[in-house]
Nanobody, 118 residues
Framework: VQLQESGGGSVQSGGSLKLSCAAS?????MAWFRQAPGKEREVVAD?????SSTYTDSVKGRFTISRGPGILYLQMNSLKLEDTAMYSC??????????????????WGQGTQVTVSS
């Protein structure tokens, strides 16, 4: 499965961005990760093939993950300075119970930078 992200950029605090991840195939688990300089990579949100999803606490109520055939989205509203990071999408055929686990995703995109300024 090949993944390609788009939609990153620079935005002021409080603004919005929508990330897209084009996938060459569909998998049971798809997720958005992010990594800020000097920090560990973290799962932002995942969405399973059945449509269920999980969010990390810091983005709940602000970010929305969605998916369709061959595409994964992340709508990001009310962006904060601390949302600045490289965002990557990932996909895997693991059990849905493990979709939110950060380790072991098989397929990765190249990433797209999101920069939030004051």
């Amino acid at each position: 499965v090949q993944l390609q992200e788009s939609g990153g950029g620079s935005v002021q605090s409080g603004g919005s961005l929508k990330l897209s991840c084009a996938a060459s195939g569909d998998t049971r688990c798809m997720a958005w990760f992010r990594q800020a300089p000097g920090k560990e990579r973290e799962v932002v949100a995942d969405m399973r093939m059945d449509g269920s999803s999980t969010y990390t606490d810091s983005v709940k109520g602000r970010f929305t993950i969605s998916r369709g055939p061959g595409i994964l989205y992340l709508q990001m509203n009310s962006l904060k300075l601390e949302d600045t990071a490289m965002y990557s999408c990932a996909a895997d055929w693991r059990s849905t119970a493990l979709c939110y686990a950060a380790e072991g995703y098989t397929y990765w995109g190249q990433g797209t930078q999101v920069t939030v300024s004051s």
